[in-house]
């Protein structure tokens, strides 16, 4: 599985930041959602493609911050 794009929310501290993941893997593409840092909690959703993993990226970054892609 390969990591294709990682957002944050630019704010700091285990009760405000938030992380959006984009990965695939063969044809498969995962969207990864995570509150509060590397020890929070994390929902995945799973896509056959990635137009609908794009589209849900693009909602969950549609929640406050000031969202910018790291690389």
């Known amino acids: 599985m390969e990591r294709r794009k990682h957002w944050w929310n630019g704010a700091w501290g285990r009760l405000a930041r938030r ?27 799973e896509f056959d493609a990635e ?9 969950l970054l549609a929640q406050p911050g000031d969202w910018r892609e790291l690389h």
Not at 24 to 41: P, Q
Not at 53 to 59: I, L, P, R, T, Y
């Open 51 to 59: 137009e609908p993993a794009m589209d849900c990226v693009s909602g």
């Open 19 to 45: 992380d959006v993941y984009l990965f695939e893997d063969a044809g498969h593409w995962w969207v990864e959602s995570r509150e509060g840092g590397a020890d929070g909690r994390c929902r995945t959703y």
